[in-house]
Protein backbone atom coordinates (compact mmCIF):
# COMPACT_ATOMS: atom_id res chain seq x y z
CA UNK A 1 0.00 0.00 0.00
CA UNK A 2 3.05 2.29 0.49
CA UNK A 3 5.31 1.29 -2.36
CA UNK A 4 6.18 3.39 -5.17
CA UNK A 5 7.87 1.49 -7.84
CA UNK A 6 10.47 3.23 -9.69
CA UNK A 7 11.91 2.24 -13.21
CA UNK A 8 14.26 1.48 -15.04
CA UNK A 9 17.22 0.79 -12.73
CA UNK A 10 19.55 2.58 -14.30
CA UNK A 11 19.64 5.03 -17.96
CA UNK A 12 22.09 6.02 -19.97
CA UNK A 13 21.00 8.68 -22.97
CA UNK A 14 23.26 10.23 -25.43
CA UNK A 15 23.43 14.62 -24.94
CA UNK A 16 20.43 16.14 -26.60
CA UNK A 17 18.08 13.02 -26.03
CA UNK A 18 15.31 12.86 -23.45
CA UNK A 19 15.25 10.58 -20.54
CA UNK A 20 12.05 9.37 -19.60
CA UNK A 21 11.58 7.81 -15.93
CA UNK A 22 8.49 6.29 -14.97
CA UNK A 23 6.94 5.60 -11.53
CA UNK A 24 3.84 3.83 -9.98
CA UNK A 25 2.52 4.13 -7.07
CA UNK A 26 -0.76 2.27 -4.88
CA UNK A 27 -1.98 4.48 -2.18
CA UNK A 28 -4.63 6.21 -3.48
CA UNK A 29 -4.42 9.11 -0.55
CA UNK A 30 -1.24 10.27 -2.24
CA UNK A 31 -1.40 13.62 -3.67
CA UNK A 32 1.96 15.10 -3.76
CA UNK A 33 4.62 13.77 -6.08
CA UNK A 34 7.94 15.34 -6.34
CA UNK A 35 10.99 14.33 -8.29
CA UNK A 36 14.38 14.62 -6.87
CA UNK A 37 18.16 14.73 -8.43
CA UNK A 38 21.07 13.40 -6.11
CA UNK A 39 24.55 13.55 -6.74
CA UNK A 40 27.13 12.05 -4.86
CA UNK A 41 27.97 12.97 -1.68
CA UNK A 42 24.92 15.47 -1.41
CA UNK A 43 21.33 15.16 -0.19
CA UNK A 44 18.44 14.49 -2.52
CA UNK A 45 17.59 18.02 -4.15
CA UNK A 46 13.77 18.85 -5.25
CA UNK A 47 13.15 19.24 -9.04
CA UNK A 48 10.15 19.22 -9.52
CA UNK A 49 6.08 18.11 -8.24
CA UNK A 50 2.83 17.36 -9.32
CA UNK A 51 -0.61 17.17 -7.57
CA UNK A 52 -3.11 14.98 -9.09
CA UNK A 53 -5.52 17.86 -10.30
CA UNK A 54 -3.14 18.41 -13.16
CA UNK A 55 -1.98 15.71 -15.86
CA UNK A 56 1.09 17.40 -17.01
CA UNK A 57 3.75 20.20 -15.20
CA UNK A 58 6.56 21.86 -16.94
CA UNK A 59 9.73 23.54 -15.68
CA UNK A 60 12.33 24.48 -17.98
CA UNK A 61 13.36 21.06 -19.50
CA UNK A 62 11.78 19.07 -17.07
CA UNK A 63 7.99 17.55 -17.45
CA UNK A 64 6.09 15.60 -15.32
CA UNK A 65 3.43 13.43 -16.68
CA UNK A 66 0.66 12.04 -14.03
CA UNK A 67 -1.73 9.44 -14.70
CA UNK A 68 -4.38 9.34 -12.02
CA UNK A 69 -6.36 6.26 -13.23
CA UNK A 70 -3.30 4.24 -13.91
CA UNK A 71 -1.97 5.71 -10.60
CA UNK A 72 1.40 6.28 -12.60
CA UNK A 73 3.71 9.23 -13.42
CA UNK A 74 6.75 9.93 -15.31
CA UNK A 75 9.50 12.24 -15.55
CA UNK A 76 10.93 13.35 -19.35
CA UNK A 77 14.43 15.14 -19.37
CA UNK A 78 14.01 17.11 -22.57
CA UNK A 79 17.48 17.62 -24.37
CA UNK A 80 19.74 15.84 -22.13
CA UNK A 81 22.85 17.55 -20.39
CA UNK A 82 25.84 15.50 -19.36
CA UNK A 83 25.18 17.95 -16.34
CA UNK A 84 22.05 15.88 -15.87
CA UNK A 85 23.72 12.47 -14.69
CA UNK A 86 22.87 12.26 -11.31
CA UNK A 87 20.58 9.65 -9.33
CA UNK A 88 16.69 10.64 -9.78
CA UNK A 89 13.90 9.60 -7.12
CA UNK A 90 10.28 9.54 -7.62
CA UNK A 91 8.20 10.19 -4.13
CA UNK A 92 5.10 10.34 -2.68
CA UNK A 93 3.14 11.78 0.10
CA UNK A 94 -0.27 13.09 1.31
CA UNK A 95 -0.48 16.11 2.39
CA UNK A 96 -3.86 17.79 1.44
CA UNK A 97 -5.86 16.27 4.78
CA UNK A 98 -4.73 14.41 7.71
CA UNK A 99 -7.56 12.43 7.67
CA UNK A 100 -7.04 10.93 4.31
CA UNK A 101 -3.55 9.95 4.67
CA UNK A 102 -3.50 8.69 8.23
CA UNK A 103 -0.10 7.74 8.76
CA UNK A 104 1.04 8.60 5.54
CA UNK A 105 0.02 12.00 5.97
CA UNK A 106 3.34 14.07 5.47
CA UNK A 107 5.89 11.56 5.05
CA UNK A 108 7.36 11.20 1.29
CA UNK A 109 7.78 7.51 0.33
CA UNK A 110 10.55 7.03 -2.23
CA UNK A 111 10.66 4.85 -5.57
CA UNK A 112 13.96 2.75 -5.78
CA UNK A 113 15.92 5.08 -8.00
CA UNK A 114 17.50 5.61 -11.09
CA UNK A 115 20.80 6.53 -12.28
CA UNK A 116 21.03 8.75 -15.26
CA UNK A 117 23.89 8.61 -17.22
CA UNK A 118 24.33 11.44 -19.91
CA UNK A 119 27.25 10.78 -22.70
CA UNK A 120 28.74 13.46 -24.34
CA UNK B 1 13.05 27.10 0.30
CA UNK B 2 14.91 26.04 3.67
CA UNK B 3 18.69 25.80 4.49
CA UNK B 4 19.05 22.64 6.23
CA UNK B 5 22.77 22.64 7.81
CA UNK B 6 23.63 19.04 9.24
CA UNK B 7 26.53 17.90 10.94
CA UNK B 8 28.72 15.99 11.38
CA UNK B 9 29.14 15.45 7.68
CA UNK B 10 31.11 12.01 8.10
CA UNK B 11 32.31 10.21 11.16
CA UNK B 12 34.14 6.71 11.38
CA UNK B 13 32.89 5.34 14.85
CA UNK B 14 33.69 2.07 16.79
CA UNK B 15 30.96 -0.40 17.07
CA UNK B 16 29.14 -0.30 20.35
CA UNK B 17 29.31 3.86 20.73
CA UNK B 18 26.71 6.47 20.00
CA UNK B 19 26.48 9.24 17.44
CA UNK B 20 24.68 11.65 17.52
CA UNK B 21 23.95 13.60 14.42
CA UNK B 22 22.54 17.36 14.33
CA UNK B 23 20.15 19.11 12.00
CA UNK B 24 19.57 23.00 11.83
CA UNK B 25 16.86 24.37 9.75
CA UNK B 26 17.05 28.54 8.81
CA UNK B 27 13.58 28.74 9.46
CA UNK B 28 10.74 27.34 11.92
CA UNK B 29 9.14 24.15 10.54
CA UNK B 30 6.52 21.39 11.99
CA UNK B 31 7.84 18.78 10.30
CA UNK B 32 10.92 17.46 10.28
CA UNK B 33 11.70 13.78 9.12
CA UNK B 34 15.02 11.49 9.62
CA UNK B 35 16.07 9.38 6.86
CA UNK B 36 18.28 6.78 6.46
CA UNK B 37 20.27 5.76 2.66
CA UNK B 38 22.41 2.99 2.30
CA UNK B 39 24.98 3.39 -0.70
CA UNK B 40 23.22 3.12 -3.70
CA UNK B 41 19.81 2.71 -1.97
CA UNK B 42 16.85 4.97 -1.99
CA UNK B 43 16.19 6.59 1.47
CA UNK B 44 14.37 4.78 4.02
CA UNK B 45 12.28 6.88 6.50
CA UNK B 46 13.18 6.17 10.48
CA UNK B 47 11.24 9.05 12.19
CA UNK B 48 9.19 12.43 12.29
CA UNK B 49 10.33 14.25 14.62
CA UNK B 50 7.34 17.39 15.62
CA UNK B 51 8.46 19.91 18.27
CA UNK B 52 6.68 19.21 21.34
CA UNK B 53 6.00 15.83 21.10
CA UNK B 54 7.59 12.26 20.62
CA UNK B 55 9.07 11.12 17.69
CA UNK B 56 7.15 8.67 15.43
CA UNK B 57 8.97 5.59 14.79
CA UNK B 58 8.24 3.72 11.05
CA UNK B 59 8.74 0.00 11.68
CA UNK B 60 11.96 -1.35 11.79
CA UNK B 61 13.32 1.53 14.07
CA UNK B 62 12.78 1.92 17.52
CA UNK B 63 13.35 4.87 19.96
CA UNK B 64 16.07 2.61 22.19
CA UNK B 65 18.23 2.73 18.52
CA UNK B 66 17.50 6.01 17.51
CA UNK B 67 16.79 8.16 19.70
CA UNK B 68 15.41 12.02 18.53
CA UNK B 69 15.09 15.31 19.90
CA UNK B 70 13.20 18.02 18.97
CA UNK B 71 13.62 21.29 21.00
CA UNK B 72 12.24 23.80 19.25
CA UNK B 73 11.11 24.25 15.70
CA UNK B 74 14.47 24.86 13.85
CA UNK B 75 16.36 21.41 15.42
CA UNK B 76 16.38 18.43 15.70
CA UNK B 77 19.06 15.56 16.35
CA UNK B 78 19.41 11.84 15.85
CA UNK B 79 21.41 9.52 18.03
CA UNK B 80 22.11 6.18 16.65
CA UNK B 81 22.98 4.21 19.69
CA UNK B 82 24.87 1.08 20.51
CA UNK B 83 26.24 1.24 16.76
CA UNK B 84 27.29 -2.09 14.78
CA UNK B 85 28.70 -2.57 11.24
CA UNK B 86 25.28 -2.32 9.77
CA UNK B 87 24.35 0.84 11.22
CA UNK B 88 26.86 2.03 8.52
CA UNK B 89 24.63 4.32 5.83
CA UNK B 90 23.91 7.69 4.78
CA UNK B 91 21.48 9.81 7.41
CA UNK B 92 19.70 12.75 6.52
CA UNK B 93 17.32 15.01 8.27
CA UNK B 94 14.44 17.03 5.89
CA UNK B 95 12.25 19.26 6.84
CA UNK B 96 8.84 20.67 4.70
CA UNK B 97 9.54 23.89 3.84
CA UNK B 98 7.67 26.86 5.26
CA UNK B 99 5.10 28.66 2.83
CA UNK B 100 6.51 26.52 -0.32
CA UNK B 101 3.75 24.65 -0.74
CA UNK B 102 4.35 21.37 -0.18
CA UNK B 103 8.55 20.71 -0.80
CA UNK B 104 10.79 19.30 1.36
CA UNK B 105 14.09 20.22 2.12
CA UNK B 106 16.73 17.51 2.40
CA UNK B 107 20.43 17.91 4.83
CA UNK B 108 23.66 17.25 2.87
CA UNK B 109 23.54 14.02 4.61
CA UNK B 110 26.30 12.21 7.40
CA UNK B 111 28.25 9.49 6.09
CA UNK B 112 28.64 7.10 8.90
CA UNK B 113 30.95 3.73 8.74
CA UNK B 114 30.91 1.66 12.25
CA UNK B 115 34.34 -0.39 12.50
Known amino acids: QQQVKQSPQSLIVQKGGISIINCAYE??????FPWYQQFPGKGPALLIA?????SEKKEGRFTISFNKSAKQFSLHIMDSQPGDSATYFC???????????????????FGQGTILTVHP | SAVISQKPSRDICQRGTSLTIQCQVD?????MFWYRQQPGQSLTLIAT?????????ESGFVIDKFPISRPNLTFSTLTVSNMSPEDSSIYLC????????????FGSGTRLTVV
Open chain 2, 94 to 105: SAQNPGQGYGYT
Open chain 1, 27 to 32: NTAFDY
Open chain 1, 50 to 54: IRPDV
Open chain 1, 91 to 109: AASCVGSPNAGGTSYGKLT
Open chain 2, 27 to 31: SQVTM
Open chain 2, 49 to 57: ANQGSEATY
